[in-house]
């Protein structure tokens, strides 16, 4: 359950991360373009991504997910504790981007 | 009176203890009107009232039914091992699911999830419908207090020791993670949908100050919730950790050293950054290090305390001018840094501290603590953030949570209430230019 639960997180997060190039109006042009574009929207205050709110909501959620999957499905001792520390490092970059995709919406308003 | 042979002092002491809790959530309502403006005082203790009120309400309904640890549990089979995930009881506080000891936790638990639901409002000050925040109140109190609650007051973040050999399993003695973390993230969730206050950032995105309209009422607040938290984390060291009588005066100990050289460190902070200690932020590091002492408690030397709280201190007030500076995030009364920085700090200190025996068990090893609170702090940011922000989101689409701009301009006693609570005063509508 907790495999399935985390490959569906990281799906999700795959699937927002396409959403995003997708919503972009470059995307059909030039992907390359359309990569550095949401790249800079989301390590400046760009306005542009709409997904990318929603990219570091399901990233904080695949991280812990992958923080349950070490307890069951991980051996005790150095491993597990790999795996749990690879889990709050995704969750650190989900919340990175969730921080950032508010932090220009503020400034805005 | 079939207990009566079972009775002992420390259950005669959590009651009496329980009794004192309210004053922590008396504390807060103070603090979050003062740090507020003038026009919206009344509408500050008004929205603490009817938040209390919902909250108790929405946790008899069903809160403490999905929470207890007390009786039957909903278990799952992961990797083999039981994951205990949602308690069994019956709604309504029915008789089998509320007697004892299951009544005594039930006592607590309506002031506890009252206490959670107090933090947002002073984020969402001056800006907060009074329906949205009611709205948000009952899910928080409902559903999100309960299921975080249950898995660490006797679900599987409390059973991590038993099951796979970490430490004692997650460890939160007075609500640090339940209340004061749950608390301040769902204060951030709020902060993020409300947007900040008209006027708080200027066209280029720099924040302007908007003090807040009672230092007075503030600090009373401060030395209230001292009261208020000495209780809540004795209460919660002999209810849930079986802490000895004897010990309490030791947990009484370490919470007020937490807070006292928290208050102390953002004092000297501010003095020397600023040039004078500022009032506002020593209150915030004061519920700060009342926030860390949460936590642990009950299992570390006061020396320790002293340590945590001066950390938490620093913490806090860095962290409300970081949150207002390269966040963009309006926190009038300094939740999300208090409870939610001071909370989560108090937890993993409490996994590097933790040497002593001091709750119940003879031997000496705490092999993997650190990993049990790590993961304890990792559930709180990958999930109960992402299910908070997620229903606040849902309830902003369904009833929008922002006052309309022009509540904004009147305050918000006038525009939801109808009269102010300093009718003498003159409102200054200078206030509202734009910068």
């Known amino acids: 359950v907790p495999l399935v639960s985390f490959y569906l997180c990281v799906a999700g997060g795959g699937i927002s991360g396409v959403g995003v190039l997708c919503s972009l109006p470059v995307c059909h042009k030039n992907d390359i373009l359309a990569v550095q574009y949401m790249a800079r929207a989301a390590w400046t205050h760009t306005p542009g991504a709409p997904g990318l709110k929603l990219l570091g909501l399901v990233l904080l959620l695949a991280g812990w997910g992958l923080v349950i999957s070490a307890l069951a499905l991980v051996a005790e001792g150095a491993p597990r504790v790999i795996f749990v520390l690879a889990g709050i490092g995704v969750e650190i970059v989900g919340l990175v981007l969730v921080i950032r995709a508010h932090s220009w919406r503020g400034a805005r308003e | ?435």
């Open chain 2, 1 to 435: 009176v079939t207990h009566t042979d079972q009775w002992t002092a420390a259950d005669t002491l959590s009651i009496a203890l329980i009794f004192l809790v309210p004053c922590a959530a008396a504390g807060l309502s103070s603090i979050s009107t003062g740090l507020g403006r003038s026009r919206s005082a009344a509408h500050s203790m008004m929205s603490s009232l009817c938040v209390l009120a919902v909250a108790a309400l929405a946790y008899f309904v069903c809160g403490y039914a999905w929470q207890t640890g007390f009786g039957p549990a909903h278990i799952a089979m992961i990797g083999g091992k039981e994951w205990n995930w949602l308690g069994a009881g019956r709604f309504f506080f029915h008789e089998s699911t509320i007697e004892w000891p299951g009544s005594r936790a039930a006592f607590l638990g309506i002031f506890s999830v009252g206490i959670a639901a107090l933090i947002p409002l002073a984020t969402g000050a001056d800006r907060w419908r009074l329906g949205a925040a009611c709205a948000s109140t009952a899910v928080l109190a409902g559903l999100i207090y309960p299921l975080f609650g249950h898995w660490v007051w006797g679900g599987w973040l409390m059973q991590l020791g038993d099951t796979y050999g970490l430490g004692r399993g997650f460890i939160d003695i007075g609500g640090g993670a339940v209340i004061q973390a749950v608390g301040g993230l769902s204060a951030l969730s709020i902060a993020w949908i409300l947007g900040p206050r008209h006027g708080k950032y200027t066209h280029d995105g720099l924040p302007t100050a908007i003090p807040g309209h009672n230092g007075v009422l503030v600090m009373f607040g401060c030395l209230l919730a001292l009261v208020g938290w000495m209780a809540l984390n004795s209460a919660g060291a002999l209810m849930y950790y079986s802490v000895d009588v004897f010990r309490v005066q030791i947990v009484a100990i370490n919470t007020i050293l937490c807070a006292c050289t928290a208050g102390l460190a953002a004092a000297i902070v501010t003095k020397v950054r600023f040039g004078k200690p500022d009032l506002s932020l020593t209150a915030n590091g004061w519920i700060g290090g009342l926030a860390a002492s949460s936590g642990a408690c009950a299992v570390i030397i006061p020396a320790e305390a002293v340590v945590i709280g001066a950390v938490a201190g620093v913490l806090v007030t860095l962290a409300v001018e970081w949150f207002e500076l390269h966040m963009s995030v309006d926190d009038p009364g300094g939740s999300i840094s208090a409870h939610a920085m001071g909370g989560i700090w108090g937890l993993l200190a409490l996994g590097v501290f933790v040497r002593n025996p001091l709750i119940g068990r003879a031997d000496d090893t705490v092999t993997g603590q650190w990993l049990a609170q790590l993961i304890g702090i990792a559930t709180l940011i990958g999930f109960v953030l992402p299910l908070t922000y997620g229903v606040n989101w849902l309830i902003d689409r369904l009833y929008r949570q922002r006052v309309h701009a022009e509540g904004e301009r009147q305050g918000m006693d006038l525009y939801e209430l109808g009269a102010g609570a300093y009718p003498e005063f003159i409102v200054h509508s200078d206030e509202f230019l734009e910068r």
